[in-house]
């Protein structure tokens, strides 16, 4: 089944402790990105990598960090993690050539930091 | 840049009713991508439909369908026959379609429509 896997779906933290985000794709896709959905604010785009090695920031990059050593994974980092990235993560993948396709996306983590 | 305006925070249907929820986008872009997604209480997002600026046809996908203004700079999704299933958040989404646009294939998405299907 074709599908985008993030574990952990629910993570409570406290302020300052390393956390990593794993998403995993079994598409072949190229592209995978990284969005946080707030309320009000819809979901904005934190990272993304066009293949393996090549990654860049989305629109709300402060304090994530991203890498894509093999295709299939797109692991999102939070070296120091604070109250304001309390939010809902979505990771979503799609082929980079095929724009007329819908975007894949996993089941999402909420993330609170206490 | 590109922006999705969702100006319906919250949207109330009888159950068998159809609902159209409105969706309006702004690009320089001249070729682009118009996505429907739903999201259940649950969390997932689950796509739903799609439109691309070229299609002559207005996309329909069961009882979905997107309603296509392109010189109005709309794409309203119309629910036909609701059902309680169907309430939901809606959200709207686009891309640009043109291959070597920066960015690569991000979404731009909309803040949201809140539908609850009601007996």
């Known amino acids: 089944e074709a599908q985008v896997t993030q574990n952990p779906r629910y993570l409570i933290t406290v302020t300052g402790k390393k956390l990593t985000v794993t998403c995993s794709q079994n598409?072949?896709?190229?592209?995978m990105s990284w969005y946080r959905q707030d309320p009000g604010l819809g979901l904005r785009q934190i990272y993304y990598s066009m293949n393996v090695e090549v990654t860049d920031k989305g629109d709300v990059p402060e304090g994530y960090k991203v890498s894509r050593k093999e295709k299939r994974n797109f692991p999102l980092i939070l070296e120091s993690p604070s109250p304001n990235q309390t939010s809902l993560y979505f990771c979503?993948?799609?082929?980079?050539?095929?724009?007329?396709?819908?975007?894949?996306f996993g089941q999402g983590t909420r993330l609170t930091v206490v | 840049a590109q922006k999705i305006t969702q100006t319906q925070p919250g949207m109330f249907v009888q159950e068998k009713e159809a609902v159209t929820l409105d969706c309006t986008y702004d690009?320089?872009?001249?070729?682009?991508?118009l996505f429907w997604y739903k999201q259940p209480s649950s969390g997932e997002m689950i796509f739903l439909i799609y439109?691309?600026?070229?299609?002559?046809q207005n996309a329909t996908e069961g009882r979905y369908s997107l309603n296509f203004q392109k010189a109005r700079k709309s794409a309203n999704l119309v629910i036909s026959a609701s059902q309680l299933g169907d309430s939901a958040m809606y959200f709207c989404a686009m891309r640009s379609t043109f291959i070597l646009t920066g960015g690569g294939n991000k979404l731009t998405f909309g803040t949201g429509t809140q539908l609850k299907v009601e007996l």
């Open positions: 439109q691309g600026s070229y299609d002559e």
């Open positions: 690009t320089s872009d001249q070729s682009y991508g």
């Open positions: 979503a993948s799609s082929f980079l050539a095929d724009r007329n396709t819908e975007a894949f």
């Open positions: 598409m072949n896709h190229e592209y």
